[in-house]
């Protein structure tokens, strides 16, 4: 999984898109990755304190304001990336910013099966 995580950040390092380096073509997906991770996190401790009986409301209010938050800004990237592009380096954008709004679908669509299990016992 070492790998398969540092495979990609690697192979960003290392090509060129229209003459600069990849990863300076999708710095602007860095910001709504960094809120997308901590809404993630945030979400996992919810769930935690749910099966051991805790308040959640202190993680669970800041959890669904940044996933709408992080959500609405990757719809943005992949419409500006994919639809609006005016050069090749918006598509990788694009593209990055699909993929990364499709896993965290499916993660707000896991965790919600995760709380309804907790709800249940």
């Known amino acids: 999984t ?4 540092l495979l990609f950040p690697a192979i960003m390092c290392f090509i060129k898109i229209e003459g600069k380096p990849a990863w300076m073509t ?11 991770l901590a809404a993630i ?11 051991n ?12 304001f940044m996933m709408f938050t992080a959500g609405s800004s990757l ?5 500006s990336g994919i639809l609006k592009a005016q050069h090749p380096s918006d598509y990788v954008i694009g593209i ?11 993660f707000v669509f896991d ?4 709380f309804i299990k907790c709800l249940r016992k």
Do not use: C, D, E, H
């Not at 070492?2 to 995580?5: F, R, S, V, W």
């Not at 710095?27 to 997308?36: C, E, R, V």
């Not at 719809?75 to 419409?79: A, G, P, Q, T």
């Not at 965790?111 to 995760?114: E, G, K, W």
């Open 26 to 36: 999708v710095w602007p997906a860095f910001g709504t990755t960094n809120q997308l």
């Open 96 to 106: 990055v910013s699909v993929i990364m709004l499709v896993m965290a679908i499916l």
């Open 75 to 79: 719809l943005l990237l992949s419409y």
């Open 41 to 51: 996190t945030l979400m996992i401790v919810s769930i935690w304190l749910l099966k």
């Open 53 to 64: 009986g805790k308040k959640i409301v202190f993680t669970i209010i800041p959890t669904i």
């Open 2 to 5: 070492t790998l398969a995580a």
């Open 111 to 114: 965790s919600t099966r995760a």
